[in-house]
């Protein structure tokens, strides 16, 4: 058998997390299975980490995560804008993979959204010399301003998308990481097909995966204490892998400020992540701010509340853990505005915020109010690494 390679999902670190959990239960179903990988920083870091061989990646300057950065600015992310000027370089980047692919011995590549790959191979289909699975846990864009670069953006990449995954020829399996609820209802856009009608035709839903089992972390207290905090209120503070969330950090110490006058033990901790200089962040008295924290999910366990931007693991891991948290999804980022708002309004999960109707005393408001509060979410499945694994698998042995 030939080796699997994997393309890590370039922006946050979800991505990284979800792929080791499938890898590590494809090593159940075959011990022999060998793995390469590609990863941008982050993410290639978090690889080395955990043992796996050194990652193949691009340089800063072309990697996925820099265009996200140049498009970020106060608290907004456009992925149409990103898209666009990431696509030229999608010829350099693909040849690139597809050389690796070749050198290596490669026989099934597992695209981790994957989209240089998914929306060249559309257009040439030619490239095409491997088995290919995609993962995903979203499906197409949507436009989320009437400016009309952006309407004729999100039409050329659904238009695209939607001739992949109408094309089996291009991939062995297309497998959505999530439910089939997930999907939005409406259409592609124009003269496109409805989205569940084209992801139910076409699509493996596996259901959700996280990197740990939420029934071992309900122990509040237990984790407060191994993490060295006090039996105070302890609210924790994130936004995500880009800078575009340095607004909301910033937001959320100035809050704390005031909080303190009518809850004086409360703690907060910031946590930056690995795309934002500590220094950047205001700091008051008594915040506790750190860059990247692995395994955030533990700190998540021993909160009272968190705030957060609407990164699609982070509100996953607290729906699963039954926190109460305030999310702000980044503004103009379609994806955490309409799928993973969609999702937590599904589950009934969190308090959905507006980062630029938000001051520092509405949030100590709605802190005050979310602080330690009982919640009971719907349980959310959670067996998606397994079944991915079997599938991509199955690929690989042909069946």
Known sequence: MGKVFFISGPIGLG???????????????????????????PAASVLRSAGEIN???????????????????????????MFLEWLKTFPERVGYLMK?????????????????????????????QFKFVYLSDFFGAYQVQMKPKEIIATHIFNKTWTKFVEDPKLYEKFIFIGEKEDIDE?????????????????????????????EEYKDK??????????????????????????????????AYALLKKSMPDAEMKIVCGPRMPVEEIVREDGVKIEGYVPRL?????????????????????????????????????????RDVARKCERYKAGVRMDYAKTTPESLCKAIQENIGKEVHYAKIPLDGAAKAAELITRVRQGK
């Open 15 to 41: 991505h990284v997390g979800r792929e080791l959990e499938i890898v590590n239960e494809m090593r159940k179903l075959d011990p022999n299975v060998e793995i390469i990988w590609h990863a941008e920083e």
């Open 55 to 81: 990652p193949f990646t691009f340089s800063e300057a072309k990697s996925t995560t820099c265009f996200a950065e140049t498009e970020a600015s106060e608290y907004n992310l456009s992925l149409c804008a």
């Open 100 to 128: 690796i692919a070749a050198e290596q011995g490669v026989d099934t590549i597992v695209g981790d959204e994957a989209m240089e790959v998914l929306l060249t191979m559309a257009n040439k289909p030619e490239i095409k």
């Open 186 to 214: 409406g259409s592609m856009g124009l003269f496109l097909p409805k989205r569940r009608d084209l992801a139910y035709d076409h699509v493996d839903f596996v259901g959700n995966i996280l990197s740990f089992r939420p």
């Open 221 to 254: 207290a237990a984790w407060k204490r191994k993490l060295g905090y006090d039996q105070k209120p302890l609210i924790v503070c994130t936004a995500g892998g880009s800078s575009a969330g340095k607004p909301l950090l910033n937001l959320c110490s100035k």
């Open 297 to 337: 999910y533990e700190h998540f366990a021993a909160a009272d509340l968190v705030v957060t931007s609407g990164g699609g693991t982070t509100t996953l891991e607290l729906i699963a853990l039954q926190k109460p948290f305030l999310y702000f999804p980044i503004l103009k980022h379609w994806e955490q505005n």
